[in-house]
Protein backbone atom coordinates (compact mmCIF):
# COMPACT_ATOMS: atom_id res chain seq x y z
CA UNK A 1 0.00 0.00 0.00
CA UNK A 2 1.17 3.26 -0.97
CA UNK A 3 1.65 6.31 1.43
CA UNK A 4 -0.75 8.76 1.27
CA UNK A 5 -0.96 12.53 2.36
CA UNK A 6 -3.95 14.25 3.65
CA UNK A 7 -5.52 15.63 0.55
CA UNK A 8 -4.71 12.47 -1.83
CA UNK A 9 -1.41 12.47 -2.85
CA UNK A 10 1.16 9.49 -3.19
CA UNK A 11 4.04 10.39 -0.80
CA UNK A 12 6.85 9.12 -2.29
CA UNK A 13 10.94 10.29 -1.24
CA UNK A 14 11.77 11.55 -4.65
CA UNK A 15 10.72 12.88 -8.23
CA UNK A 16 12.07 11.29 -11.10
CA UNK A 17 11.96 13.68 -14.27
CA UNK A 18 13.47 14.70 -17.61
CA UNK A 19 16.22 17.62 -16.13
CA UNK A 20 14.77 20.59 -18.23
CA UNK A 21 11.53 20.22 -16.30
CA UNK A 22 13.50 20.06 -12.97
CA UNK A 23 14.68 23.44 -14.07
CA UNK A 24 11.63 24.96 -15.23
CA UNK A 25 10.18 24.15 -12.09
CA UNK A 26 12.47 25.87 -9.95
CA UNK A 27 10.81 29.02 -8.55
CA UNK A 28 12.95 32.51 -9.55
CA UNK A 29 11.83 35.79 -8.45
CA UNK A 30 12.74 39.62 -8.26
CA UNK A 31 15.49 40.23 -5.52
CA UNK A 32 14.08 41.65 -2.10
CA UNK A 33 16.19 43.64 -0.35
CA UNK A 34 13.83 44.82 2.42
CA UNK A 35 15.27 45.50 5.74
CA UNK A 36 18.91 45.01 4.21
CA UNK A 37 21.18 48.01 5.12
CA UNK A 38 24.76 47.77 4.27
CA UNK A 39 25.59 49.79 7.49
CA UNK A 40 24.63 47.13 9.85
CA UNK A 41 27.45 45.15 9.26
CA UNK A 42 30.54 46.99 10.80
CA UNK A 43 32.61 44.07 10.99
CA UNK A 44 34.61 44.14 7.25
CA UNK A 45 38.03 44.05 7.81
CA UNK A 46 41.05 44.68 5.03
CA UNK A 47 42.90 40.99 6.06
CA UNK A 48 45.48 41.16 3.31
CA UNK A 49 45.87 45.28 3.77
CA UNK A 50 45.79 45.91 0.28
CA UNK A 51 42.92 48.50 0.94
CA UNK A 52 40.08 46.18 0.12
CA UNK A 53 37.96 45.10 2.90
CA UNK A 54 36.29 41.59 3.01
CA UNK A 55 33.06 42.55 1.50
CA UNK A 56 35.15 44.11 -1.45
CA UNK A 57 37.18 41.18 -2.00
CA UNK A 58 34.18 38.70 -2.13
CA UNK A 59 31.86 41.14 -4.52
CA UNK A 60 35.33 41.11 -6.64
CA UNK A 61 36.06 37.62 -6.82
CA UNK A 62 32.36 36.31 -6.99
CA UNK A 63 30.98 38.66 -9.78
CA UNK A 64 30.60 37.26 -12.94
CA UNK A 65 31.01 41.34 -14.76
CA UNK A 66 33.69 41.81 -12.83
CA UNK A 67 33.18 45.59 -11.00
CA UNK A 68 35.20 48.90 -11.70
CA UNK A 69 37.63 49.12 -8.31
CA UNK A 70 38.31 52.83 -7.67
CA UNK A 71 40.14 54.91 -4.87
CA UNK A 72 39.95 53.41 -1.26
CA UNK A 73 38.36 50.02 -3.29
CA UNK A 74 34.92 52.04 -4.34
CA UNK A 75 33.19 49.74 -6.39
CA UNK A 76 31.07 50.01 -9.12
CA UNK A 77 29.43 48.31 -11.47
CA UNK A 78 29.72 44.79 -11.77
CA UNK A 79 27.00 41.86 -12.08
CA UNK A 80 26.53 38.94 -9.37
CA UNK A 81 24.09 35.76 -9.01
CA UNK A 82 21.46 35.91 -6.72
CA UNK A 83 20.23 32.85 -5.02
Known amino acids: MENVDSIGFVVRRWIQMPLQNALKA ?10 YQR ?9 DKDGCNTRAEILKAEAFI ?3 Q ?5 LSGGEWYSA
Open 39 to 47: TSFKHWIDA
Open 66 to 68: TPE
Open 26 to 35: IPVQAEDRTG
Open 70 to 74: GPKCK
